[in-house]
């Protein structure tokens, strides 16, 4: 069970895209999405986060998210994401 929290419609295309791709490898996961604390983008595998935008300042690599599910998949422990992209890019 994927579960993401993030708060306003700015963060709903990240969700959106990051449950297709999770859909897309694992079939039969249970992705879904939930309102959260302001500035939040956070993510849970099995009720164990492992992700936060709080904590981060940035948004998960989807490569890190996809071999969290994995390793969740083949009954390995899920650690905590600690690297993440920028929210935003200046150029």
């Given amino acids: 069970c994927v579960q993401c929290y993030e708060l306003d419609y700015w963060y709903e295309p990240r969700f959106q895209e990051l ?5 897309a490898e694992f079939t039969d996961a249970d992705v879904s999405g939930f309102v959260g604390r302001q500035g939040s ?3 849970e595998i099995n009720g164990q986060l492992i992700f936060s ?3 981060t300042s940035g ?7 996809m071999d969290a599910i994995q390793r969740a998949y083949d009954g ?3 650690e905590k ?4 992209r920028p929210p935003c890019v200046i150029l």
Avoid: G, H, W
């Fill in 41 to 43: 983008f956070e993510i």
């Fill in 76 to 78: 390995q422990p899920v």
């Fill in 59 to 65: 948004f998960p690599y989807e490569d890190d998210i």
């Fill in 19 to 23: 449950k297709r791709v999770v859909t």
């Fill in 53 to 55: 935008k709080l904590e």
């Fill in 81 to 84: 994401i600690t690297k993440s």
